[in-house]
């Protein structure tokens, strides 16, 4: 992983950020049949070993997963091996060895930009991509030394709270909203990196 993911798992933006995909792409109204998930069914738990990297609970209450070792390099070839699977065995587990698999709730006073991500996600609209476009404004700025971590989520919120409501009616009205974000970011960024300097 990179700085800026190494970051948003830190932060918990990255499951933040998750929850929004996995609702955009199960979500509410989702096609003829009218399945769906809404906010209030997407769960996130803290997973210490970080083995367990999906997990699908079907209507007869089984639950069915996919387990490996945490290496990038598996889901990569998913991504380039589509439709089909590779059969080079990134992430194989020794069972004899794995020991338990926990999991938890999340602290959200601790992590409160998985909050934030739930919020802008509720809002909807454009909401998403001016928390996405405020995070990578403040993680950046973190990773400057700009700022400290806990003020992360400060300026995300700072942000969103400015969020102008707007709609997300095709591409160019998203790619303006990321613009819009970076911008309203910034400046907020300047009241806490006054406070840091």
């Given at each position: 992983?990179?700085?800026?993911?190494?970051?948003?798992?830190?932060t918990l933006m990255?499951?933040?950020?998750?929850?929004?995909?996995?609702?955009?792409?199960?979500?509410?109204?989702?096609?003829?049949?009218?399945?769906?998930?809404?906010?209030?069914?997407?769960?996130?738990?803290?997973?210490?070993?970080?083995?367990?990297?999906?997990?699908?609970?079907?209507?007869?209450?089984?639950?069915?997963?996919?387990?490996?070792?945490?290496?990038?390099?598996?889901?990569?070839?998913?991504?380039?091996?589509?439709p089909d699977r590779?059969?080079?065995?990134?992430?194989?587990i020794d069972w004899?060895?794995?020991?338990?698999?926990?999991?938890?709730?999340?602290?959200?006073?601790?992590?409160?930009?998985?909050?934030?991500?739930?919020?802008?996600?509720?809002?909807?609209?454009?909401?998403?991509?001016?928390?996405?476009?405020?995070?990578?404004?403040?993680?950046?700025?973190?990773?400057?030394?700009?700022?400290?971590?806990?003020?992360?989520?400060?300026?995300?919120?700072?942000?969103?709270?400015?969020?102008?409501?707007?709609?997300?009616?095709?591409?160019?009205?998203?790619?303006?909203?990321?613009?819009?974000?970076?911008?309203?970011?910034?400046?907020?960024?300047?009241?806490?990196?006054?406070?840091?300097?």
């Amino acid at each position: 992983m990179g700085p800026k993911i190494t970051i948003d798992s830190s932060t918990l933006m990255n499951k933040g950020l998750e929850v929004i995909e996995a609702h955009e792409l199960f979500g509410v109204p989702a096609g003829e049949a009218g399945y769906g998930i809404g906010f209030d069914e997407i769960d996130v738990v803290v997973h210490p070993q970080s083995i367990v990297h999906s997990m699908v609970e079907f209507t007869d209450a089984s639950t069915i997963a996919q387990l490996s070792t945490p290496d990038m390099r598996l889901p990569i070839g998913y991504a380039l091996a589509w439709p089909d699977r590779i059969t080079t065995p990134f992430g194989r587990i020794d069972w004899s060895t794995l020991g338990r698999l926990d999991f938890e709730p999340p602290d959200l006073e601790a992590f409160p930009c998985l909050t934030l991500a739930y919020a802008a996600g509720r809002t909807g609209g454009t909401a998403p991509a001016w928390i996405s476009a405020a995070n990578e404004v403040a993680v950046e700025a973190f990773l400057q030394g700009q700022i400290a971590w806990r003020d992360i989520a400060a300026v995300i919120a700072a942000t969103l709270d400015r969020h102008d409501g707007a709609p997300a009616t095709d591409a160019p009205s998203v790619i303006e909203a990321d613009a819009q974000a970076r911008r309203v970011a910034a400046e907020e960024l300047n009241r806490f990196a006054a406070v840091v300097s």
